[in-house]
């Protein structure tokens, strides 16, 4: 019988080891990032024990039960502290690279956000590409590559709003590598910054008025956002 010699093709790294991974490149790259991670680890257990200490005198169940929550409580918050470390060091990495706006848009959407990381409008010529969510503070477009030339985008894309989805507000988020301009770490943050003014059946009506938008927007030559995709967590 003849030998099988394909070769099996190389399984993915689990999502614990490429946890390990991106925390040992944070602390390659960030030299405060395990220091800051440890001293909140230990602040937090520190805090729990002096809560056991005052309530569990003289009782050693409180004060075990107090002290393991201590150091629970403590790697989580080390833990985090390093995940939001990790998390700007891997948005450093893609800064200012077409596409990578579409790569944090997945850590965005599902968290009361609807949308896609796929642009809605693209300009091959100057990569300039703009995205577009819609969620409780109405519709957010945001502009990605040069001010100027986005700017068109954004303009064209306002006046197809207006027709499907009128007096809903409009935001733009402006990701342009200028000093005016948001960064990937806080696009998240500048997103939900924005004032809630749609209840949840308005928001239902607007999505499903987005939808009826047609998209033709064929991706150029050197943009691909999943392979910048950020990890979710």
Partial sequence: MAKNNSIKPQREPGQFKQLLRLWKLTAEQDKKAVPMALAAGAGAFLVALVIGLILGSGNGLILGSW???????GVLTAMIVLSRKAE??????????PGAVGAVLGTIVKRGWSG??????VSPKSQDLLYRISGRAGIVLIAEGHRVGVS???????????????????HVVWVCNDEHSTKLAKIRVEVNRFKRTLNRSELSEVNKRLSTLKLNVPMPKGI??????????
């Fill in 67 to 73: 002290i393991t929550l201590g150091v629970v409580g």
């Fill in 116 to 121: 896609s990381d796929t642009p809605v409008a």
């Fill in 88 to 97: 700007a060091v891997a948005y450093g990495r893609i800064e200012g690279q």
């Fill in 224 to 233: 691909d956002p999943n392979r910048m995709r950020m990890q979710r967590r």
């Fill in 152 to 170: 068109r985008l954004v303009e064209e894309e306002k006046r197809k709003l207006a027709k499907v989805t009128s007096g809903v507000p409009i």
